[in-house]
């Protein structure tokens, strides 16, 4: 028994760390977090003066999402770009828009490993934010053909080389849902080999019926 006991204690910390890593939130608490902010952007959707749903566009149906799966929050390498250079992309309207190379995000999901261009917004107010559009091997099919879009909070120290992409909470650009609204396409390099099986799937307007 004397034997067992440091075994379990060294356990112990080991959950305590692995917990505090994670922010001291449980699995179950961050299936909750996620479904919350499900609902709130249901109720953005469905009465704020800036949701893409109007009197002129097509009625709110409700969203639908892939079950939340913490499988799918990861944690990535973030390799900085030293010389960080202007990517202009196409949009939905034939329109531009301007972000900066900021760096790679290198991580593995699905048995594969993956690499995303993370972008910084030109000449914005969230510029202190970090942005990836990518598509995968759903779109066009449970997801929305031109691709999904995750909001990144920048590494909170100087060195820091990781971030963590979240696709519970990948999102459609609001032209999925109005096309008088310009969105940039995903560039080349984020078109995934693997099918993204989270976050929000594509719009249909018979969903609610």
């Known amino acids: ?10 356990l112990v910390i080991v959950i305590v760390i692995i917990y505090s890593l994670q922010g001291g939130e449980t699995p179950e608490d961050y299936v909750e977090r996620i ?3 499900r609902e709130r952007i249901t ?5 704020s003066e800036e949701s893409p749903f109007g009197p ?3 009625p709110f149906a409700g969203l639908e999402y892939f079950p939340v799966d913490p499988a799918y929050r990861v944690k990535a390498r973030l390799d900085p ?7 202009v992309l196409p949009t939905t309207t034939g329109e531009e828009e301007k972000y900066i190379r900021y760096g ?3 991580f593995e999901l699905n048995g594969s490993e993956n690499r995303l261009l993370v972008l910084q917004p030109f000449e914005s107010e969230r510029a202190n934010q970090l942005f990836v559009a990518f598509a995968d091997e759903t779109s066009g099919n449970e997801t929305y053909g031109g691709g999904r879009y995750l909001n990144v909070d920048m ?9 963590e992409l979240d696709f519970n909470l990948a999102y459609n650009p609001y032209c999925a849902y109005n096309p008088t609204y310009s969105c940039p396409f995903p560039p080349q390099e984020n078109i ?5 099986e989270a976050g929000e799937k594509t719009y249909e307007t018979n969903s609610a019926e």
């Open 1 to 10: 028994m004397k034997k067992i006991f440091p075994i379990a204690v060294i």
């Open 35 to 37: 479904n919350t902010e």
């Open 43 to 47: 109720r953005f959707m469905q009465g």
């Open 56 to 58: 002129d566009s097509i």
């Open 81 to 87: 770009i030293t010389e960080q250079k202007l990517l």
């Open 104 to 106: 790679y995000a290198k």
């Open 155 to 163: 590494p909170g120290r100087s060195g820091q080389n990781t971030i």
């Open 192 to 196: 995934l080999k693997i099918a993204v």
